[in-house]
């Protein structure tokens, strides 16, 4: 069984296969027409949905859905991860990354962060000038900054440690 988590709120348990599926032990009947490998129009209970896949992150298992207009975010949790969440061992995958490393060498052109600032994953760092280009340092997880070792104007080399988180 399938557990579905949408908008984190909003728990289904799915079961069954393609053709014929139970959502909370009740079972579901719809009627599908695929418009494009992203589209797909669904008939329930003489109702009509117009369902488009946004976006979709394998690695997270999250997926946003448009549904007549309206997105929502979604999380599977398939019987594998409720597993190892039933045995204590759901966090396993999760690297905490308690450095950010120069990806080339370069010049620090700005310092978005401080100490102690939260970051979310996706947050802009520090901007990076390398061979003519600005690149901008993304963090790649959710956590505190602990030291900023660099400053505006800094040369770096390759992998140097240019952050260090909590």
Same mark, same amino acid.
């Given at each position: 069984? &399938?557990?579905? /988590?949408?908008? #984190? $709120?909003?728990?289904?348990?799915?079961?069954? &296969?393609?053709?014929?599926?139970?959502?909370? &032990?009740?079972p579901v009947e719809l009627d599908l027409i695929d418009i494009s490998a992203s589209e797909t129009h669904i008939l329930y209970r003489n109702q009509s949905f117009n369902v488009e896949v946004v976006e979709v992150n394998q690695q997270d298992k999250t997926c #946003?859905? =448009?549904? $007549?207009?309206?997105i929502y975010q979604t999380k599977v949790e398939d019987r594998f991860d409720q597993l190892l969440k039933?045995?204590?061992? &759901?966090?396993?995958?999760?690297?905490?990354? %308690? /450095?950010? =490393?120069?990806?080339?060498?370069?010049?620090?052109? #700005?310092?978005?962060?401080?100490?102690?600032? /939260?970051? =979310? @994953?996706?947050?802009? %760092?520090?901007? %990076? /000038?390398?061979? @003519?280009m600005e690149n901008i340092l993304k963090s790649t997880t959710d956590g505190t900054v602990s030291k900023v070792l660099v400053k505006q104007g800094d040369k770096v080399e390759k992998n140097q440690i240019l952050i260090q988180f909590k």
């Open positions: 069984m &399938d557990k579905i /988590e949408v908008n #984190k $709120n909003i728990i289904f348990n799915i079961s069954g &296969d393609a053709t014929k599926f139970h959502v909370n &032990d009740q #946003k859905i =448009k549904v $007549n207009g309206t039933n045995l204590g061992m &759901d966090n396993l995958n999760s690297n905490k990354v %308690l /450095e950010m =490393k120069a990806p080339m060498p370069g010049m620090v052109l #700005k310092v978005l962060v401080n100490a102690g600032d /939260e970051v =979310k @994953k996706g947050d802009n %760092l520090l901007i %990076l /000038e390398a061979m @003519k």
